[in-house]
């Protein structure tokens, strides 16, 4: 399963854990991520707390590298989006594309983004 950025968010801004969406997930989940949200982590990451924090939240998950061929399908999918007038940030589109190209589900917040099926291609 590829975790969306603002489900690690969520957990690092909740004082009860378990009322996280991250702390739900079943433990035997196998945890992936791309690494725009790696990106997005670090962005916010502007204390040597918070620099520990997102280090210790990656530490048990596999990071999906962004690759030529994501970065493809992340074009063919925002391009498509563009096409039937749904707005998406690009790097939304961008993990999306990682999950889909890796034949994945998501979690995410953000159910309105991820929920209809992109004609993209997976590996």
Excluded: C, W
């Amino acid at each position: 399963m590829v975790i969306d950025t603002n489900i690690f968010i969520e957990y690092l801004r909740k004082l009860d854990k378990s009322k996280t969406s991250l702390a739900q997930l079943p433990p035997t989940t196998v945890l992936h991520v791309s690494s725009i949200t790696v990106f997005e982590l670090y962005v916010g990451a502007n204390t040597p707390e918070r620099v520990e924090m997102a280090e210790s939240i990656l530490q048990n998950v596999i990071v999906l590298p962004f690759s030529n061929e994501i970065a493809q399908a992340a074009g063919l999918l925002y391009d498509y989006l563009q096409r039937i007038g749904q707005k998406l940030e690009f790097r939304d589109v961008m993990i999306a594309a990682t999950a889909i190209y890796h034949n994945l589900p998501i979690k995410t917040l953000n159910f309105k983004h991820f929920v209809k099926p992109y004609p993209i291609p997976t590996k």
